[in-house]
């Protein structure tokens, strides 16, 4: 057992685990070396994953790391969860329980020694090293429980196409969860609401059949550069089943890409987007990208991407009283709203491009299989607004410098939040660029701001500088140096199917009446392409490229 500190290995040349109840293991576990062929506790590492955290005996789950510790998996892909589809292939868990087969609680670091748990190249993670579950394993890494503790270059995933959400068509291969099982796993991460203080970096989470991450968490988690993708019952859901809200919950993410939840993915992978079959709550799907249940959250998000998602893109509607901040970020193509908050004490939202097709899952998409979207039917649920949020008293909601296209009934759908009212509350709405297209359902150009329950224009305490663009609520009137000229953006493309939208293109022609026509913004200095604003800005996520 080590007392913190040390590093652990795990290579397809090592040995079994050596312990004081497992006298004849071969490795320490403690050497980057391969097995020499003879002796026992030899300075090697281990042959298998889950020797970090059981000797393989019934029962027995305990991780040999101690708080602190750095893992480095080496080779893989490494299996977490039953060696096979019987009862007595338990491989140190209990027999009959093959749901709970994942690791026990991992030793918590400390605020200057996390506990690490690396794929090999976790350096420059140029590939990934797999984890995945199998046999019906709830979660692949369980973070419940823990704090300081860092993921690190690692492809988590399953072995199996069958699925557990969705319809029971019979092209649908649903999973066996009785013996011989299927090896399929249900969640990546999980966490809980003592999860704190977590970094997950350069990770690919896909294929799952339930959720990339499930759970609330109870602290900080870090985010960079992570996929969650192809997960058959949604991306991110902080909703353990319970409700349980998050405690202190904050998630600071860079590089987040949330796609194609709510489809169940092939395997092998043979199509570019490997979405075997996708389904939305009227086939027995869910389908959120990112989701929570009644909770305080706050959530930075910067260079993030929200796509082709069954439900919502980036939802955060049962949130409230939080802080929230997306920047440098997109979403398009899911089947509900792009972006969805709820009634939050601060909103930034800058720089961000939004392409309003919520229909565009119900035809063919490059890359994925034909037949894919034929369980899809809630396209534009929830009236097919494009961003949807709730307001509080003494709350403030800065938009500025963000780019939208659509199609929807309406482009910001906000609300006051119960019964409450909203008079102090302030919206702050600058130098944003919209276009409007024609509804394919209805026949109608979408409109601009629908207000409801006590919210109104007279929430807007800055509103200027934005441009509209063919919106049947016509032009706004007595706001400052707005403008409803095209904006002559790059590719505005006619809308003959729903693939026209895929080659809209924000950038600005040098005609364009958006180019130097916004106002300067404090602290806001680089487009959503890192070129410098000029002095004054153009309006829309783009400064015109020199």
């Known amino acids: 057992m080590s007392q913190g500190g040390a590093t652990w290995y795990v290579r397809p040349d090592g040995g079994t685990r050596y312990s004081t109840d497992l006298p004849t293991g071969q490795c320490d576990g403690m050497g980057d070396a391969a097995y020499s062929g003879t002796g026992v506790n030899q300075h090697c590492a281990f042959n298998d994953y889950r020797y970090l955290y059981t000797t393989g005996a019934y029962g027995n789950k305990a991780w040999v790391i101690a708080g602190g510790d750095t893992v480095i998996l080496r080779g893989g892909p490494w299996r977490v969860g039953y060696n096979g589809p019987n009862d007595a292939d338990y491989f140190g868990s209990d027999p009959g329980d093959p749901y709970d087969a994942s690791n026990p609680t991992i030793p918590p670091g400390t605020a200057s020694q996390h506990t690490r748990i690396l794929g090999e190249n976790y350096a420059s993670c140029t590939t990934k090293t797999q984890l995945f579950g199998g046999y019906a394993v709830g979660t692949v890494i369980n973070l419940a429980g823990t704090q300081n503790v860092d993921v690190q270059c690692l492809e988590i995933s ?14 649908n291969v649903q999973c066996s969860s009785s013996y011989p099982l299927d090896d399929y796993a249900s969640v990546g991460i999980g966490t809980d609401n003592t999860t704190a203080n977590v970094l997950l970096q350069d990770l690919n989470i896909h294929g ?9 968490i109870g602290g ?6 992570v996929r969650m993708a192809y997960n058959g019952g949604a991306g991110w859901d902080f909703d353990d089943g319970n409700g349980t809200p998050s405690v202190n919950g904050n998630v600071l993410a860079t590089g987040l890409t949330v796609e194609w939840n709510g489809c169940n993915e092939e395997y092998p992978i043979v199509d570019a987007n490997p979405a075997l079959k996708c389904f939305d709550q009227d086939s027995a799907g869910y389908g959120d990208g990112l989701g929570t249940p009644n909770t305080p959250l706050n959530f930075t998000c910067d260079n993030c991407l929200f796509r082709y998602n069954t439900q919502d893109g980036f939802d955060l509607l049962h949130v409230s009283g939080s802080q929230i901040k997306v920047t440098n970020s997109e979403s398009y193509g899911n089947m509900g709203q792009q972006w969805k908050l709820g009634p939050m004490q601060s909103v930034v939202f800058q720089d961000n491009l939004t392409i309003h097709n919520c229909n565009r899952m119900s035809a063919a998409i490059p890359g994925a299989p034909s037949g894919y979207n034929e369980y899809l039917s809630l396209f534009c649920r929830a009236a097919g607004d494009g961003f949807a949020m709730g307001m509080i008293d003494g709350g403030t909601y800065t938009f500025q410098n963000n780019s939208f296209v659509g199609y929807g ?3 910001y759908d906000i609300e006051c939040n119960g019964t409450g009212t909203c008079d102090t509350a302030s919206i702050i709405f600058q130098n944003n660029l919209h276009i409007g297209y024609t509804n394919p359902f209805d026949g109608e150009t979408p409109g601009i701001f629908y207000f409801g329950n006590g919210a109104s224009t007279s929430n807007f ?3 200027d500088h934005n441009i509209f663009f063919n919106f049947r609520t016509g032009c706004p009137t007595g706001y400052a140096n707005e403008t409803c000229g095209d904006p002559l953006i790059t590719s505005e493309p006619a809308f003959t199917s729903e693939a026209s939208l895929d080659s809209v293109n924000f950038l600005l022609q040098s005609s364009s009446p958006a180019v130097k026509a916004g106002v300067q913004i404090p602290g806001l200095t680089l487009d959503y392409g890192g070129n410098v ?3 004054p800005p153009s309006i829309g996520a783009y400064e015109l490229a020199k």
Do not use: I
């Open 158 to 171: 399953d072995q199996s196409q069958c699925s557990r959400e969705g319809t029971t068509a019979a092209d």
């Open 461 to 463: 305490t800055q509103r």
């Open 533 to 535: 604003f000029s002095n």
């Open 220 to 225: 900080t988690v870090t985010v960079k550069n």
């Open 208 to 216: 799952l059949v339930s959720r990339a991450m499930l759970g609330p």
């Open 409 to 411: 009934d309406t482009t």
